[in-house]
């Protein structure tokens, strides 16, 4: 039974086996009725032309308009075809054959178009759930991280006045802070495995980065607590990769992992809401009064909180045009093929802001954004400078609603206050109509604009 929605999208065959099924599928069904009938094969006599319909309502409907229709065009010319062969004759009885052979052409076009629109729209459902799915998962994630933050402030409050997501978003300014060139592992990749160790109580654990293939770079390990001879195949590594999870001793042992004399008490994977894992922590000395469930499941979520702000992180240091560009253009290729409406609000801060007003009011916004969303700073010579905000799968009724949120929020941000009015709201609606290019054109006019009161 499918438990995933992708599970049920249907799996087209290569173009060369359609072709090959349309010309069997066309061609067998005459076949069989000269098995039945030598005298009559496409049962004409009959009054009735199931035979020759079945091959183009089939075709249809499993491959689609322009192969029904093929077929069908094909059942025709058998048609003729059998008329020259028995009777000598292309057009023998025209007055009878003419309305089968438009009824033919008819039943592939129909069935294959009903086929087209049911599998349109399913791609379109399929990518509404990819969207929510992903929005859902960031909001479970952020969640579980408040659970486990509330949970030790309760136990440390005296002792410690930060929580987890204090540490968490300070170690996230330091990897934001990083040059586009610099890898955000190699420069503080330490830290953050030191960050693990201590909100995990981890004696010794090693960090290894995955590239972009999945594959683990041993020859950049960084380890805590000491280095230890370890396998890096070990079984446990190799299903952390496979499953996409986090994997524990226990785990392991009941999946019949060959776990004999292993090192390792547990994998951690820092995989993000897109499912790509940037590096894996590999555990191999904690108390033994905290290998239980619960602190595991906060190892678990530490790392996809992990994994989450490494895509954050090269998000932001690959914000060339080429690819923002790339980004609206695959949104607008969605709008295009699938009809999924999207916005794209541009935010002008007036030169009479101060930088440390604008990188105020940029960080407002970005603690605004959704899972899917997608934010950019573009600066141009004599022009304001603008951010551009990417909202996924929005409809333009959302934007009145957005921009007097933002404006609330920034309104009552110490600093900025009366410097709110020099900000500029407008936003295009990505339908599919305009490319991507002339989206981010900053000599076109935007659609609506929202002005502060």
């Given at each position: 039974?499918?438990?995933?929605?992708?599970?049920?999208?249907?799996?087209?065959?290569?173009?060369?086996?359609?072709?090959?099924?349309?010309?069997?599928?066309?061609?067998?069904?005459?076949?069989?009725?000269?098995?039945?009938?030598?005298?009559?094969?496409?049962?004409?006599?009959?009054?009735?032309?199931?035979?020759?319909?079945?091959a183009p309502l089939l075709v249809g409907m499993r491959y689609g308009f322009a192969l029904g229709f093929v077929s069908a065009l094909l059942s025709?010319?058998?048609?003729?075809l059998e008329g020259v062969w028995y009777h000598g004759d292309l057009f023998v009885e025209r007055?009878?054959?003419?309305?089968?052979?438009?009824?033919?052409?008819?039943?592939?076009?129909?069935?294959?178009?009903?086929?087209?629109?049911?599998?349109?729209?399913?791609?379109?459902?399929?990518?509404?759930?990819?969207?929510?799915?992903?929005?859902?998962?960031?909001?479970?994630?952020?969640?579980?991280?408040?659970?486990?933050?509330?949970?030790?402030?309760?136990?440390?409050?005296?002792?410690?006045?930060?929580?987890?997501?204090?540490?968490?978003?300070?170690?996230?300014?330091?990897?934001?802070?990083?040059?586009?060139?610099?890898?955000?592992?190699?420069?503080?990749?330490?830290?953050?495995?030191?960050?693990?160790?201590?909100?995990?109580?981890?004696?010794?654990?090693?960090?290894?980065?995955?590239?972009?293939?999945?594959?683990?770079?041993?020859?950049?390990?960084?380890?805590?607590?000491?280095?230890?001879?370890?396998?890096?195949?070990?079984?446990?590594?190799?299903?952390?990769?496979?499953?996409?999870?986090?994997?524990?001793?226990?785990?392991?042992?009941?999946?019949?992992?060959?776990?004999?004399?292993?090192?390792?008490?547990?994998?951690?994977?820092?995989?993000?809401?897109?499912?790509?894992?940037?590096?894996?922590?590999?555990?191999?000395?904690?108390?033994?009064?905290?290998?239980?469930?619960?602190?595991?499941?906060?190892?678990?979520?530490?790392?996809?909180?992990?994994?989450?702000?490494?895509?954050?992180?090269?998000?932001?240091?690959?914000?060339?045009?080429?690819?923002?560009?790339?980004?609206?253009?695959?949104?607008?290729?969605?709008?295009?093929?699938?009809?999924?409406?999207?916005?794209?609000?541009?935010?002008?801060?007036?030169?009479?802001?101060?930088?440390?007003?604008?990188?105020?009011?940029?960080?407002?916004?970005?603690?605004?954004?959704?899972?899917?969303?997608?934010?950019?700073?573009?600066?141009?010579?004599?022009?304001?400078?603008?951010?551009?905000?990417?909202?996924?799968?929005?409809?333009?009724?959302?934007?009145?609603?957005?921009?007097?949120?933002?404006?609330?929020?920034?309104?009552?941000?110490?600093?900025?206050?009366?410097?709110?009015?020099?900000?500029?709201?407008?936003?295009?609606?990505?339908?599919?109509?305009?490319?991507?290019?002339?989206?981010?054109?900053?000599?076109?006019?935007?659609?609506?604009?929202?002005?502060?009161?």
């Open positions: 039974m499918a438990t995933h929605i992708d599970e049920l999208q249907p799996a087209l065959a290569p173009r060369w086996l359609r072709y090959l099924e349309t010309l069997i599928i066309t061609l067998a069904l005459p076949v069989i009725g000269w098995i039945i009938n030598p005298n009559d094969p496409l049962l004409l006599g009959s009054g009735l032309t199931w035979l020759l319909a079945i025709v010319t058998i048609m003729g007055a009878q054959r003419l309305p089968i052979a438009i009824a033919l052409i008819l039943v592939g076009m129909v069935a294959g178009e009903m086929a087209d629109v049911w599998r349109r729209r399913l791609q379109q459902m399929a990518i509404l759930h990819r969207a929510q799915s992903t929005r859902l998962e960031e909001f479970v994630r952020h969640y579980q991280l408040l659970r486990v933050s509330h949970d030790q402030l309760a136990e440390r409050l005296a002792a410690n006045p930060f929580t987890l997501r204090d540490a968490l978003r300070a170690l996230e300014e330091k990897f934001l802070s990083l040059a586009s060139h610099q890898d955000p592992l190699a420069q503080h990749g330490d830290e953050l495995l030191g960050f693990l160790a201590l909100h995990a109580r981890i004696q010794q654990a090693v960090l290894l980065p995955v590239d972009q293939q999945q594959r683990l770079m041993p020859q950049a390990a960084m380890w805590f607590g000491g280095e230890t001879a370890l396998d890096w195949h070990d079984p446990m590594l190799m299903a952390c990769l496979e499953q996409r999870r986090m994997i524990c001793l226990k785990s392991a042992m009941a999946q019949g992992i060959n776990i004999d004399n292993a090192p390792l008490l547990a994998v951690v994977p820092l995989m993000d809401v897109e499912e790509q894992i940037h590096a894996v922590v590999a555990v191999t000395a904690m108390p033994f009064i905290d290998f239980h469930r619960g602190h595991l499941h906060l190892l678990a979520v530490l790392g996809a909180q992990l994994g989450d702000m490494l895509r954050h992180t090269q998000r932001s240091s690959q914000g060339s045009g080429g690819h923002q560009r790339s980004l609206v253009a695959q949104w607008v290729r969605h709008a295009r093929e699938h009809q999924l409406t999207s916005l794209l609000v541009a935010i002008d801060f007036a030169e009479s802001l101060s930088d440390a007003q604008l990188h105020q009011a940029v960080d407002n916004v970005a603690q605004q954004q959704r899972g899917l969303d997608r934010s950019w700073m573009v600066c141009q010579a004599g022009l304001p400078r603008r951010l551009y905000v990417l909202l996924p799968l929005t409809q333009p009724r959302a934007f009145t609603i957005y921009a007097e949120r933002l404006q609330e929020r920034l309104a009552s941000e110490p600093g900025l206050g009366e410097a709110c009015q020099a900000i500029r709201l407008s936003y295009q609606v990505i339908d599919g109509r305009l490319s991507a290019k002339k989206l981010l054109s900053r000599h076109d006019h935007a659609e609506v604009s929202h002005v502060p009161s």
